[in-house]
């Protein structure tokens, strides 16, 4: 098998792996580098869970080949929070009860992540536009909608 | 184009726990010697907090706060037999053996706290924050994490129990079917509110008001979780869910999240959830399953509701654009 | 056989790269990657090209050229599409949008390729490097095509002549039910003179809906002067049935939504869709 | 959401310590971090990828089934048959005396549904198996196939599942699970106006977003360790004991978090050919559910057809109902001779009706086999009763609110299973539906209580 070099930065740290060329970064990810919080929920690009921020913009891992991101900038939800301290959205998400079964939260984390980067005040369609690649079966997406809408208020009172 | 606007309403019970019974769950419950306790089951959280709740009604029965409760669960080298998370049995079989075994434990860490202050078991009680206290003397008290570390370094006593819950099996009598499905049963109703478009068949769920009663609202913020999170369900399944759309034919069954139709975040009904709380007599706390229930009221009220807007009955599920246009054509041929 | 994927500086020695078995082109990922994902073996290698024309926006008064790899959301924010904008934000969420190329969007078969079906009905012409050719008639012969696409071009119309609508049962992101896109000119007296009127789902491919165009010519936009347009809007069409809805009711609604589209009673809709 | 306290406060203590407290979920902050571990988080070297060829047809015979080319096929390391399962034949609900074994591990001689497992492929990589799965050679002869359960229940149907010998289950009751109570006959012949309604339902996924899988680790001392999606540990467990005739005590199940069951991760389908797997290999397996899988592979909640027949008089009571259910078990029965019975004990509803006959059937046909699934065996049923309700409360020109309020149950009242009514409130929960959606109903309606009769 043809193995590729891929180099990224994940999270802040440089990464260096050799996957078998055709990899998802997803895999590679997950299987290479030992980050799980990207979830493989359908491989298809059809339901947010691998969600990750490639070069600041939103992307699905599962359709994104590993070698196509050599020199990238990759965040992972299991980057956001620095020194334990967690991430505004995070807090965000566990204030408002916005998990369930926590399997689509870090691709929603990701999508609402880059909304808020681009966005810092968004509106209730803002969020729901921004969140309409993800999927969730548990929660009816209220309480996920509430959440984002609850960190994005605290990010500009933190600016003010 | 016509948007029409109509409204229904839906009431149903629904039985807690696996039907007929037979279903038994255990737990074990132990504590560390610094009295923190372990909860071990085999029960599996699915998301629906299974794990929370546990260590709450662990917490309550023993009187120490939720934080110093550990729960192991869902491996089969460790957990005793529970049968499974299904048929809103989870918080209601678990819960009831939780409390079992807590309470063997709280009696032995409370003849440990006795033995300690010299006193009678039975004059001692807890104050939920970690301290046993003399009743009516609660100057005379002693911390649980004393009592942990008593037991033991110095009495060389297991503070544990052990939990098992089990509705006996009935067996369906033959011929008239007398049976006893249940032992509790949770109640919902739910009023609905749409718009249909007379053209296009599409229908727009405006708001839902849904009155569950549950038994015990254990953790309301989890239970609004599911009751909101069901709610969705419901409406999804009155209107869009189907692996087979065409069925009975086989053909055009999705495969994906774009074929198989849920609503979306940009579909949401304005949703009011009411709980009332009439405690069941054999639950935990008086707890009873809404796990199931709370995705059912909703398709009937929708159903209804498109009834009253256009004036069409639907009566297969999902109530698609499609059939409703079906129907109105039907009624006014062109 | 594992996969391998081919990175060529120029479009020229992807081309060659292409004739290869089994090599498939890697735009976005979200056709090609999707399927060996899902078990297509014949699919033995992805071939892309780097070539910094395929990627670039060039705008020129009202014409307009798209690198095949632009994404739809560099159309959708970029200043001088807005037009188009409700077009390219119809194509998946944000992260979709991200990925997806306008290349890829033409070999999407429906219910999918929203995006084309407004190229269709603005009369875009194809570029690959063999020549150019109308998009209609890529349209037809997509299936065979080897050569790697690398632009397309097309003028946008002055004013308002551009309408766009995507039918979705899911909102704000669901795949179409419909989605209908107009390019219309009317004379000073306000009767119709140049329409274009394009659709997705109406066949396994966009397709012009001709009969409907040539109703609408010389007519007033209003419910009567539209009705001749609506009642031919079907011909010619052969509706897809899938899990989002059948040919049947995809065939009652057209008429509907055209309607609705002509007659501006969808403004939401169109920056929504 | 909005607690209601004043209601039944007599029967309730609220000043509890933790019981009613909306504490923080704990498992919470691993959610939001990524750090909660789901069974695919578990990568082990080695690691083997499970897929399976799939029958294309609703019904055949399989005349042959060649592996030869498969098995020859770059990073192939072990293709499982029929042949390699030792006790191929089973049915879940066998732990609760609830037979006979009617489906197969692994196609033996038939398919009977599209989709069903043939052939377990398994290899270095999920690409090496997928394409070795592809030269797998099955002959089928195809048979004719049955979708339509009244069909199915016809003479001369195609017989889908020959462990039954008729596509129904049958009960110790015969045909049908039944429900006898009062005399229904007379209470049609006594009522003012009778109604009899059909409703129909499609199959609906669970659709969780985690699919259903597992992961298996031989432990290098004859036991296996299965991380496991599955909702019910030790009736996995069990059950994967009894396919693979292996002492329980080799097994061990690991679960945890699951990403969403809603009752589909209820059927023992991946575990036991993983574990089988692993055990022939002495390698690490992987067999997760492609999404595709998981959509019409993975066990739908059932297609219901519930014909409902009411007596009713003018004033609004119901004197008599007779509800025949028909669930779509499809090719196998996993849990819907459980989910057809639990219908019989559901109906007629949070109603008193003095005169009930019900009759449940679990019908088999050619298409994927339904399962449990969020309200198993009572969604549809309630989807039926309800829009019955609501068209019985128009024919006699009464509010439907209202005549739910004539008809409810209360404590006491003997319902048609012969079970008297404990803790009902619905009655309660249509008072507040009254109040909160603005539903104006009779004062005397607001007056009642579910505690007991002539209240």
């Known amino acids: ?160 | 184009m016509a948007i029409r606007r109509g409204r229904g309403v839906a009431a149903i019970n629904y039985p807690t726990g696996m039907n007929l019974g037979g279903d038994p769950t255990q737990a074990l419950v132990h504590s560390t010697p610094t009295g923190n306790f372990m909860v071990t089951l085999s029960s599996v959280d699915l998301g629906q907090g299974m794990k929370q709740i546990m260590a709450q009604i662990c917490a309550e029965t023993i009187g120490v706060p939720t934080d110093r409760v550990v729960v192991d669960t869902a491996d089969t080298d460790t957990g005793p037999h529970c049968m499974g998370t299904f048929a809103s049995r989870g918080t209601h079989r678990a819960g009831n053996a939780v409390i079992q075994a807590a309470r063997e434990a709280r009696q032995v860490m409370l003849e440990v706290a006795a033995e300690e202050l010299e006193v009678n078991a039975s004059d001692l009680e807890t104050d939920g924050e970690g301290n046993i206290l003399v009743k009516g003397a609660p100057q005379k008290s002693i911390s649980i994490f004393d009592v942990a570390l008593s037991a033991h370094f110095k009495r060389g006593r297991s503070i544990s129990g052990r939990g098992m819950f089990l509705i006996p099996r009935s067996y369906p009598e033959k011929e008239t079917g007398a049976m006893k499905p249940s032992t509790c049963y949770a109640h919902a109703c739910t009023v609905a509110e749409v718009e249909v478009d007379d053209e296009t068949g599409e229908v727009t769920v405006l708001t839902v008001k849904n009155i569950f009663e549950i038994g015990r609202a254990l953790n309301p913020k989890m239970v609004e979780q599911q009751l909101v999170g069901g709610s969705w369900m419901g409406i999804s399944h009155a209107l869009y869910e189907t692996t087979e759309p065409y069925y009975p034919n086989r053909d055009h069954g999705g495969t994906d999240f774009n074929q198989y139709l849920m609503p979306g975040p940009g579909d949401l009904a304005q949703t009011e959830i009411i709980v009332l709380e009439r405690p069941s007599a054999d639950g935990p706390y008086g707890a009873k399953g809404p796990g199931e229930m709370c995705a059912n009221p909703q398709i009937p009220a929708v159903a209804n509701a498109v009834f009253d807007a256009v004036g069409v009955r639907i009566d297969t599920l999902p109530i698609t654009p499609e059939r409703i246009l079906r129907a109105l054509k039907a009624e006014t041929p062109n | 056989m594992a996969l391998a994927l081919q990175t060529f500086s120029t479009v020229k020695d992807a081309d060659a790269a292409l004739k290869a078995d089994g090599a498939r082109y890697l735009g976005g990922g979200t056709l090609v990657v999707r399927a060996t994902n899902e078990g297509d073996v014949s699919l033995l290698s992805f071939v892309r090209s780097t070539e910094p024309s395929l990627s670039t926006i060039a705008v020129s008064g009202g014409k307009i050229r798209l690198g095949a790899s632009v994404t739809m959301a560099a159309i959708a924010r970029h200043p001088d599409l807005s037009t188009l904008s409700p077009a390219a934000r119809a194509v998946g969420g944000p992260a979709i949008r991200n990925m997806a190329t306008v290349g890829g969007n033409l070999f999407a078969p429906a219910p999918y390729g929203d995006f084309t079906v407004a190229l269709l009905a603005l009369d875009a012409t194809v570029s690959t490097d063999g020549g150019d050719q109308p998009l209609e008639t890529f349209l037809a012969k997509r299936d065979d095509s080897r050569a790697i696409v690398t632009s397309v071009d097309f003028t946008l119309p002055k004013g308002g002549g551009f309408c766009f609508l995507k039918v979705s049962r899911v909102k704000p992101k669901g795949v179409s039910v419909l989605s209908i896109a107009a390019v219309l000119e009317q004379a000073a007296d306000g009767t119709v003179s140049t329409a274009r009127i394009a659709l997705g789902c109406m066949a396994d491919r966009p397709m012009r809906a001709k009969a409907a165009e040539k109703a609408l010519l010389g007519r007033r936009l209003t419910k009567d002067g539209i009705a001749p347009a609506l009642a031919a809007v079907g011909e010619g069409t052969s509706p897809i049935t899938d899990p989002i809805a059948s040919a049947w009711y995809r065939a009652q609604v057209l008429p509907v939504h055209l309607g609705r589209l002509l007659l501006g009673q969808v403004a939401g809709m169109e920056t929504k869709a | 959401m909005e607690l209601r306290k004043n209601y039944f406060a007599d029967q309730r203590k609220d000043d509890l310590h933790e019981i009613g407290q909306p504490r923080p979920r704990s498992d919470s902050p691993g959610h939001v971090t990524g750090k909660t571990a789901y069974f695919a988080d578990r990568n082990f070297p080695g690691m083997l990828h499970l897929k399976m060829v799939r029958s294309p047809h609703h019904h055949a015979r399989i005349r042959s089934i060649d592996t030869s080319e498969a098995e020859k096929h770059p990073g192939v390391v072990k293709i499982l048959t029929a042949k390699d399962v030792p006790h191929n034949v089973y049915t879940i609900l066998i732990l609760i005396q609830i037979g006979p074994e009617d489906e197969t591990v692994l196609a033996d001689g038939k398919v009977r549904w599209k989709g069903e497992a043939v052939v377990a492929v398994l290899a270095e990589s999920e690409r090496a198996a997928q394409e070795a799965a592809a030269k797998v050679k099955v002959d089928y002869e195809v048979l004719p196939a049955v979708f339509d359960m009244e069909e199915a229940l016809k003479p001369g149907a195609p017989i889908v599942n020959e462990y039954h010998g008729q596509n129904h289950y049958l009960y110790d009751s015969g045909e049908c699970r039944k429900v006898r109570f009062g005399d229904v006959e007379a209470g049609f012949a006594s009522a003012d106006h009778v109604l009899e309604q059909s409703y129909q339902s499609s199959p609906i996924e669970h659709a969780p977003t985690e699919t259903t899988g597992c992961v298996v680790a031989p432990e290098g001392n004859d036991r296996f360790t299965c991380y496991t999606n599955t909702q019910a540990m030790f009736f996995t467990l069990d059950n994967t004991s009894i396919i693979l005739q292996m002492p329980g005590s080799k097994l061990h199940f690991v679960g945890g978090t699951v990403g969403g069951g809603f009752g589909g991760k209820v059927d023992v389908i991946v575990e036991p050919i993983a574990i089988l797997g692993a055990k022939l290999t002495g390698r690490p397996v992987c067999f997760v559910y492609s999404r595709e899988e998981e959509m019409q592979i993975s066990s739908p909640r059932a297609a219901e057809k519930v014909v409902i027949k009411d007596g009713v008089m003018k004033d609004g009571r119901i004197v008599a109902r007779k509800v025949t259910g028909y669930t779509d078990a499809g090719a196998y029965s996993r849990h819907s001779p459980y989910g057809a019975q639990k219908g019989a004990g559901h109906y007629p509803g949070p109603y008193t009706i003095p005169n009930v006959w019900i009759d449940t059937y679990c019908v088999y046909t050619n298409r994927t086999p339904s399962s449990a699934m969020r309200g198993f065996g009572v969604t549809i049923g309630d989807f039926a009763l309800e829009v019955q309700m609501d068209k019985l409360a128009r024919l006699i020109g009464l509010d439907p609110l209202e005549f739910r309020f004539i008809n409810a149950y209360r404590d006491g009242d003997m319902k048609a299973h012969r079970q008297p009514t404990e803790g009902a409130a619905l009655i309660e929960c249509m008072q507040e539906a009254s109040r909160a959606a603005n539903w104006p109903v009779a004062e005397k309606y607001l007056a009642m209580s579910s505690y007991a009769k002539g209240a």
Do not use: W
């Open chain 1, 1 to 160: 098998m043809a193995k590729v070099p891929v180099q990224f930065t994940l999270n802040g740290a440089e990464k260096a792996e050799f996957v078998d060329s055709g990899t998802t970064l997803l895999h590679a990810l997950r299987d290479k580098i030992g980050d799980t919080s990207p979830k493989g929920g359908c491989h298809q690009g059809t339901c947010g869970a691998c969600s990750v921020i490639i070069d600041g913009e939103l992307r699905l891992s599962c359709l994104t080949l590993a070698e196509t991101c050599n020199g990238a900038t990759i965040t992972t939800t299991s980057g956001l929070s620095e020194g334990g301290v967690l991430h505004p959205l995070q807090r965000a998400f566990l204030d408002a009860f916005a998990t369930q079964c926590g399997f689509c939260t870090p691709g929603m984390i990701m999508a609402a992540r880059v909304l808020l980067d681009h966005t810092p005040n968004p509106s209730r369609d803002e969020v729901v536009e921004a969140l309409s690649g993800n999927i969730c079966r548990c929660t009816g997406y209220e309480p996920i909608i509430q959440a984002v809408l609850t960190a994005a208020r605290s990010n500009s009172q933190h600016a003010a």
